[in-house]
């Protein structure tokens, strides 16, 4: 193993996955595993990771040195108990391991370095009215070489790979993505993931920006706490992801937790259903301050502070959480997830509105034969995306994951 971590999701006393095996062959297995519990906990000694995967202590001795001498962990100050030798705490190098994150979005684009922790350790981002494939591939090519001219010769050897994280089909969203029917159209003939793979000569990953979201969230907020959630995230439009038993589910071919193509009512009398989109996005938000007479630009690059926007945020939250709490209820009747985590591309009390309305109203639906479902927080905000970007290397490479065992 060259380098670094796994991002992922854990829970050993939850799920039999954190069990670890003493039978030959999966000597790949029983290392991610390791890793994913000590980022999961922040330091393990080898007696604790013997104890929590059922492993010989002989093989996580093995499994523990051989991490790092790879350079993946690194030793902490002995403890010493009231008996016996004192333990090892080991943690997660940061210098381990490398990975570059690239998020597109509507208004703005971002290129990030994470370290093994999930710590950005460069961030570049600009501006623009709308995306074009042009200025795209000449930013993440300037903003690559402006983080590895900062990197040392080993840092850089240490690099596993590119994240992207960019909308679905950007071609179908033309009202929303403001931009030129010319330029939308560039973007059905333009396959971003090949032109990146072109570029540099590292493994290239590419997700929805909302799945990428939920990478991030499993990875360093709310949801390490959980086995399985809905994740949904406000950008400029509204989605999502799924994770199951401690795992990302992109599903068949990367759609699963589109959430904003759910059908709900039409808050308009006599029509007919709209999607989860058009009525609870922040792309609606925008429209309604126009609308009134505001200026929106602001919500665009102040994500910290929206109460200057009154009545017309007090409608829109009003709005969206009616039609969010029916879309959940329709997710939960399919999938009994535990909890459902809301983030999104605006300020921290504005994410507590929308939680707290949202949570009130599944609590008021008719949901008999439907387990109750926890709906909380997420701690990351606008940046998930470029993060979670950036974690898809490592998970790829690092990631607990049982077909190893059988690949």
């Known amino acids: 193993m060259l380098s670094s971590e796994k991002i992922q999701g854990d829970s050993p006393q939850l799920s039999d996955t954190s069990r670890g095996t003493n039978q030959t062959g999966v000597k790949l297995y029983n290392e991610r595993l390791v890793l994913s519990l000590v980022r999961t906990h ?106 590895i ?31 030129p029917h010319d330029v939308v159209e560039a973007w059905r003939l333009f396959d971003l993931k090949a032109e990146v793979e072109q570029m540099f000569s590292w493994p290239v990953h590419f997700y929805n920006d909302a799945t990428a979201a939920c990478a991030a969230e499993l990875a360093f907020g709310e949801g390490r706490k959980y086995q399985d959630f809905l994740y949904v995230f406000f950008a400029t439009l509204i989605g999502g992801g799924v994770v199951l038993d401690g795992s990302l589910y992109p599903g068949r071919r990367g759609y699963a937790g589109s959430i904003g193509s759910t059908p709900v009512p039409s808050l308009e009398p006599g029509q007919p259903p709209k999607r989860l989109i058009q009525c609870a996005s922040i792309f609606l938000l925008e429209r309604m301050i126009r609308d009134s007479g505001g200026e929106p630009d602001a919500i665009w690059h102040n994500n910290t502070d929206w109460s200057h926007l009154g009545p017309v945020l007090d409608r829109w939250i009003e709005q969206t959480t009616d039609s969010l709490a029916l879309a959940i209820g329709a997710a939960i009747s399919v999938i009994d997830f535990h909890n459902v985590v ?41 940046d998930a995306r470029v993060l979670g970007a950036a974690s898809l290397p490592l998970l790829a490479d690092y990631a607990r994951d049982r077909d190893i065992l059988f690949s």
């Open 42 to 147: 922040g330091a393990l000694s080898k007696g604790e990771i013997a104890r929590m995967t059922g492993l010989s202590a002989q093989a996580s001795s093995v499994i523990m040195k051989q991490l790092e001498g790879d350079g993946l962990l690194i030793k902490g100050e002995p403890q010493r108990g009231k008996v016996g030798q004192p333990s090892v705490p080991m943690s997660l190098n940061p210098e381990g391991a490398f990975s570059i994150g690239f998020k597109v979005g509507r208004r703005s684009a971002d290129v990030v370095l994470m370290d093994m922790v999930g710590k950005a350790r460069q961030l570049i981002r600009t501006s623009y009215a709308y995306p074009t494939p042009s200025l795209l591939k000449a930013f993440l090519e300037a903003g690559v070489n402006q983080i």
């Open 149 to 179: 001219d900062n990197m040392t010769r080993l840092q850089y050897g240490r690099i596993r790979g590119i994240g992207i994280a960019a909308p679905s089909e950007m071609w179908s969203w033309e009202e929303e993505f403001g931009a």
């Open 342 to 382: 809301i983030d999104g591309g605006f300020p921290a009390d504005v994410r507590a509105k929308i939680v707290r309305q949202t949570r009130e109203k599944v609590a008021r639906m008719e949901m008999q034969g439907v387990a109750p479902v926890e709906i909380v927080e997420g701690r990351i905000g606008s």
